[in-house]
């Protein structure tokens, strides 16, 4: 398959397979084919292994500014659109600034020259076509591993035409229930086809690889699991998964405890709350019996509202 914006005219970027042309109309990603981003910046906070040492020094400087970190590119817009997202305002309300293909290339060899570790491209799918060009473009200057974040609601064929273009995913593995994958994300497929999706992840970058001086990822999967209130038992499920059909040690696992209610939670009461230390105490227990012990948790402490970036001054864009 290949990745051209001749897609944009029946999208089928997404597994949402919406097919419409997003030249005239707004597709299930709720965007046109105008490439629009809200924030290109580095960015401390990802895992220890993305971000580095900076996500450990003290962010209080007088100019804000640490060495390092990962250079984090946000598109606006999402695939999947869950109802909870903490960046709404981007995926929702699709916060952001139009820009040309040839400005994305620019922000790119920008990010690197800020002395970013890597380029972190989070929600990318809906703008691959521009994004693919632009990577092209800065392909004999840009010396960072690529990595794609997104919600690992992807298709496979997608991930397929990304062979030469990625060198470490970070996906979610969000539910395992196709109840809860519909009630907050509207997608009761969501689990069969991020499964697949990150099946064919780990064949395609193989075990993760570090750099042996700095302990950054180099290369492989990172795969995230946001504990939600109330859902333990689909945690359960799906570290169960990952036990069963993913390769020992062909991946990293994160799991992550930052759920914070969101600004229409009331339409949505039984997560209408944070994540209590004892749910996310059982299933870091359940992963650590399970032998899932390579890779991240996060501190309880991480549930706070200042780990979203300030999309609305649209920094580096």
């Not at 062979?163 to 009630?183: A, E, G």
């Not at 302990?215 to 999967?221: D, E, P, T, W």
Request: proline share 5%.
């Amino acid at each position: 398959m290949s990745i051209s914006f001749s897609l944009y005219e029946q999208c089928t970027l997404c597994p949402r397979m919406c097919r419409i042309d997003r030249r005239t109309h707004t597709g299930a990603c709720g965007c046109s084919n105008r490439l629009t981003a809200a924030r290109a910046a580095l960015h401390y906070w990802e895992e220890p292994c993305i971000s580095g040492n900076a996500a450990l020094q003290n962010n209080n400087s007088n100019t804000g500014q640490i060495p390092g970190g990962s250079g984090t590119v946000f598109f606006s817009g999402c695939t999947l659109r869950c109802c909870y997202c903490q960046n709404y305002t981007i995926s929702q309300e699709n916060l952001g600034k139009e820009i040309t293909v040839n400005r994305l290339a620019d922000i790119f060899l920008s990010i690197q020259a800020q002395g970013a570790y890597n380029l972190n491209l989070v929600t990318p799918t809906q703008f691959l076509p521009h994004i693919v060009k632009a990577l092209a473009m800065v392909k004999s200057e840009l010396n960072l591993p690529v990595i794609y974040n997104c919600s690992g609601y992807e298709r496979v064929e997608i991930i397929d035409a990304l062979h030469d273009k990625v060198q470490i995913y970070l996906p979610d593995i969000k539910y395992f229930s196709p109840d809860l994958s519909w009630r907050y994300s509207r997608a009761n497929d969501y689990f069969d086809v991020a499964s697949k999706a990150i099946l064919r992840m780990i064949k395609q970058t193989g075990p993760p690889v570090f750099d042996e001086e700095t302990g950054r990822l180099k290369q492989g999967v990172l795969l995230r699991h946001m504990v939600l209130p109330g859902a333990i038992k689909d945690s359960f499920q799906i570290l169960h998964w990952m036990k069963e059909y993913l390769p020992e040690k062909s991946f990293l696992i994160s799991l992550m405890s930052q759920y914070t209610p969101f600004y229409h939670a009331s339409d949505y009461p039984e997560i209408n709350r944070r994540v209590t230390i004892y749910e996310y105490r059982k299933v870091v227990d359940e992963a650590i019996r399970l032998g899932l012990t390579h890779g991240f948790m996060q501190e309880k402490s991480s549930a706070k509202e200042e780990y979203t970036p300030p999309f609305s001054t649209l920094e580096g864009i």
